[in-house]
């Protein structure tokens, strides 16, 4: 019972939970899901997982890193202690479907549900794929045919759209992270899916279109109205931005770019300009930067914002001002490693590394691989 094939859900119950580390966090109780309307196999969100105390927490699929016969495996110990709470028109797999009568669609035999299986899709996403059924025999004591059929092949499952207000679903999509709400909403017909974006502050919706797709992007920003896509993208982190209209035709970027504040639209128009595969393509215009007289306890708290990718929290660069970029002329890069190991008040200006040669913006991918 791998990540990688078949994995039938009620043989989760009560199995282990690991962090990387090995020490074990609870024990599996459920699996949490969403039924759709259009009888398409649903997302598997998360398990709810049980510790020790008997609180029950919530823990996404994107945190599974392995599923084996006798454990499930975490990527991280870190994890959301807030008890588990289940949501408007969220699904307990084990509790909701598990003995449920259906009607098997082609034959209009009722059956029982027994256990339910999931499987990875292209996207990586758990998704429910199968059912295992018991016939039912309508004699006492005599026990029906065991057999499987595809999600869409039953009928007594799916649920009516209108039966989830918007209200609803907002409260269900506000804990989760912006992956798993891009996911959501890849899920909903496009009228939901406009109701959704329109609900969404402008930072959330950021956040959420940055883990969409390139085609699944364009399409949303073009349903919102001119002056709030133009808001959207100034939320959203300028190499990101950059590509989302490097998707979309000459007058749109030119229009959306027109409404975007200045000096927001400038660091997007910038990186415009470079070919998708160079250096310049790749680059973000706001990388951590601290001028010389900075200290070591000031850069660590800038490498603190949770907002930071590791990637970019990984090192801080010194330039004499001014600051914002295009900076002052650059003097070299204070990695966090060497950042812990000094004086809280010690200037990064003394931990400059500069024997990195610099590459230029029109440096193509292989040559930035190589470098």
Known sequence: ????????????????VFDPGGDQIGKVRDAVTMLRPDRQPPRVLGLVIELPHRHRIFVPMGRVTRIEPDQVVLSSGTINMKRFERR?????????????????RETGQLATIVDVAMEQN?????????LAVRAATGRIRRRGQLFQVEWNEVDGLALSEPAQGTDALLAMLADLRPADVAAALKDMTDKRRLEVAAALDDERLADVLQEMEEDDQVSLLRSLA??????????????DA???????????????????????AEPVRRLMTYADYTAGGLMTAE???????????????????????????????????????????????????????E????????????????????TSLEDVTRH
């Open 226 to 239: 001119d002056e709030r896509a133009a808001d959207v993208l100034e939320a959203m982190d300028d190499d």
């Open 122 to 130: 292209r996207a990586r996403d758990w998704v429910i794929t199968r």
């Open 343 to 362: 004086p809280p008040s010690a200037l990064v200006s003394g931990l400059i590394e500069n024997d990195t040669a610099p590459l230029r913006p029109e």
């Open 242 to 264: 950059a590509d989302l209209l490097g998707e979309m035709s000459t007058a749109d970027q030119q229009r959306l770019l027109e409404l975007m504040e200045p000096e927001e």
């Open 1 to 16: 019972m791998t990540s990688g094939g078949r994995i039938f859900l009620a043989r989760l119950a009560g199995i282990a």
């Open 88 to 104: 408007a028109n969220e699904v307990l797999v084990l509790t909701d479907l598990l003995d449920r009568t259906v009607t098997v």
């Open 287 to 341: 990388p951590v930067i601290m001028l010389p007289d900075a200290t070591v306890a000031e850069a660590l708290a800038r490498v603190r914002n949770p907002e930071l990718s590791p990637a970019l929290a990984a090192q801080v660069y010194i330039v004499r001002p001014p600051q914002a970029t295009p900076t002052g002329r650059f003097l070299g890069t204070a990695h966090i490693q060497r950042l812990l190991r």
